[in-house]
């Protein structure tokens, strides 16, 4: 493909957020395959992104939600490197867009490394049990697979964001994150949240 039409490159900015040039590299490298460029340009963000993971984040706001005429509220903790970036219009989105998700989905752990070893023992355990009548060689991977279903369930960087629901290929918490990060070019982390239901314990 000689030419990457603009209207493309547009589609891809918009559909992935990265830069025009990058998007324009990625038509080129992928031969006008729109789906290979998304791809292409996901990897490279996730890539610098994990360069970018050891850097200190220590910078950010806590933002919060009120929804249901004051049933449910969030507040949310979400870092960054500098004040800069602190106060950029994409960054405070992602973290109300989070608040918001929270309030909705009710995750119980930020992150998967946060799920005590004890709870996922306990899971094993029941999931186990359910899988007796399974044959034995699969009776493992199908236990896995059933606390890997359920981790995505409680733990907010695995969920599927809720705006996304009615999209074919949602974005989970994790890949706004990364995405974001890309974008703006500092290490970005989602630390605690805290979510309150009236009449809740």
Not at 16 to 33: F, I, N, V
Not at 105 to 130: L, T
Not at 131 to 137: F, H, L, N, R
């Amino acid at each position: 493909m000689s030419e990457i039409p603009a209207k493309l490159v547009k589609e891809l900015r918009e559909a992935t957020g990265a830069g025009m040039m990058d998007c324009k590299k990625a038509l080129t490298e992928t031969g006008g395959d729109f789906d290979a460029a998304v791809t292409l340009l996901r990897k490279k963000g996730a890539a610098a992104a994990e360069k970018r993971a050891g850097r200190a984040a220590n910078e950010g706001i806590v933002d919060s939600y009120i929804h249901m005429g004051g049933r449910v509220g969030v507040l949310l903790e979400v870092n960054c490197e500098t004040d800069f970036v602190a106060r950029n219009d994409k960054f405070k989105d992602f973290a109300h867009d989070v608040a918001l998700h929270i309030a909705a989905m009710n995750p119980q752990y930020v992150s998967a490394e946060d799920v005590p070893d004890e709870w996922k023992a306990s899971e094993r355990e029941i999931y186990a049990e359910q899988a007796k009548d399974i044959p034995e060689q699969a009776r493992e991977r199908a236990v896995e697979g059933k606390l890997a279903k359920r981790l995505k369930e409680i733990v907010l960087l695995d969920q599927e964001f809720i705006k996304d629901q009615a999209e074919k290929k949602p974005r989970t918490i994790e890949a706004m994150r990364a995405q974001l990060s890309g974008e703006i070019g500092e290490n970005i982390t989602i630390r605690r949240f805290a979510r309150f239901e009236l009449g809740g314990q």
